[in-house]
């Protein structure tokens, strides 16, 4: 046998522990990757939640276009408080999830008197409400700007939108079952303005690329608390 054969074989249990340990990174990265994915699953479907808001009902709080972080375990040992912003259920069609904000809690009295709302006899600020100056219906011709008062029964919740005069909400339909409520919307991580419908940007493919366009993302808006 030749040197070259001896230097040789002498270089083939080194080139493959150089091989085995490749192999052995690859497969920790993948595993870790795996890890990492299973991991963002489980706190995405148990732990948080994204939403896209599609109407101007919470305008105020939250516009058309906003992107939303839901924490689903933010009622697990505690319940919904009064003017938590909320999803839940649509009670009289439980496919569809609404976003709206507590008013009334179980046992609170809520009236609504030309768009000023008391709660147990008392009249609420509400800083975040938006009106349209329109002069407040009466009662008989729509609930939307007055009601009697009227108390939440245990196990509900009684929601409205911030968008008062555009907002299709309890005043309409009537109390959320509690098991209704999905979690508490903590967070704006992200929001798209929406173009005019004439603009190229609205239509078909530049659609789904308008995050592109700096135009279109209201940055003062990204990680923005909901409150």
Same mark, same amino acid.
């Given at each position: 046998?030749?040197?070259?054969?001896?230097?040789?074989?002498?270089?083939?249990?080194?080139?493959?522990?150089?091989?085995?340990?490749?192999?052995?990174?690859?497969?920790?990265?993948?595993?870790?990757?795996?890890?990492?994915?299973?991991?963002?699953?489980?706190?995405?479907?148990?732990?948080?939640?994204?939403?896209?808001?599609?109407?101007?009902?919470?305008?105020?709080?939250?516009?058309?276009?906003?992107?939303?972080?839901?924490?689903?375990?933010?009622?697990?040992?505690?319940?919904?408080?009064?003017?938590?912003?909320?999803?839940?259920?649509?009670?009289?069609?439980?496919?569809?999830?609404?976003?709206?904000?507590?008013?009334?809690?179980?046992?609170?009295?809520?009236?609504?008197?030309?768009?000023?709302?008391?709660?147990?006899?008392?009249?609420?600020?509400?800083?975040?409400?938006?009106?349209?100056?329109?002069?407040?219906?009466?009662?008989?011709?729509?609930?939307?700007?007055?009601?009697?008062?009227?108390?939440?029964?245990?196990?509900?919740?009684?929601?409205?939108?911030?968008?008062?005069?555009?907002?299709?909400?309890?005043?309409?339909?009537?109390?959320?079952?509690? +098991?209704?409520?999905?979690? &508490?919307?903590? %967070?704006?991580?992200?929001?798209?303005?929406? *173009? =005019? /419908? +004439?603009?190229?940007?609205? &239509?078909?493919? %530049?659609?789904?690329?308008?995050?592109?366009? *700096? =135009? /279109? +993302?209201?940055?003062?808006?990204?990680?923005?608390?909901?409150?």
């Amino acid at each position: 046998m030749s040197k070259r054969d001896i230097k040789g074989s002498k270089e083939k249990p080194e080139e493959t522990e150089e091989l085995k340990t490749a192999q052995a990174k690859k497969d920790t990265f993948f595993d870790s990757l795996v890890v990492a994915v299973v991991i963002a699953m489980l706190i995405k479907g148990l732990l948080l939640q994204t939403y896209q808001i599609p109407s101007e009902s919470m305008v105020g709080t939250l516009l058309k276009g906003d992107y939303i972080l839901l924490n689903r375990l933010a009622y697990i040992f505690s319940e919904p408080e009064r003017n938590d912003v909320v999803v839940f259920e649509y009670p009289l069609e439980p496919s569809k999830d609404f976003i709206k904000r507590v008013i009334g809690t179980p046992g609170d009295k809520i009236e609504l008197k030309d768009k000023v709302l008391y709660v147990n006899g008392q009249a609420q600020p509400e800083p975040f409400k938006q009106l349209n100056g329109m002069i407040p219906l009466p009662a008989d011709i729509s609930p939307k700007d007055s009601f009697t008062q009227i108390t939440v029964p245990e196990g509900y919740y009684f929601m409205m939108g911030d968008n008062r005069d555009n907002s299709y909400d309890s005043r309409f339909w009537g109390f959320v079952d509690e +098991d209704a409520i999905k979690g &508490k919307a903590v %967070l704006i991580y992200w929001s798209l303005e929406t *173009p =005019a /419908y +004439d603009s190229a940007w609205a &239509k078909f493919p %530049l659609s789904m690329f308008r995050f592109l366009n *700096p =135009a /279109y +993302d209201r940055f003062e808006r990204f990680f923005k608390p909901i409150r």
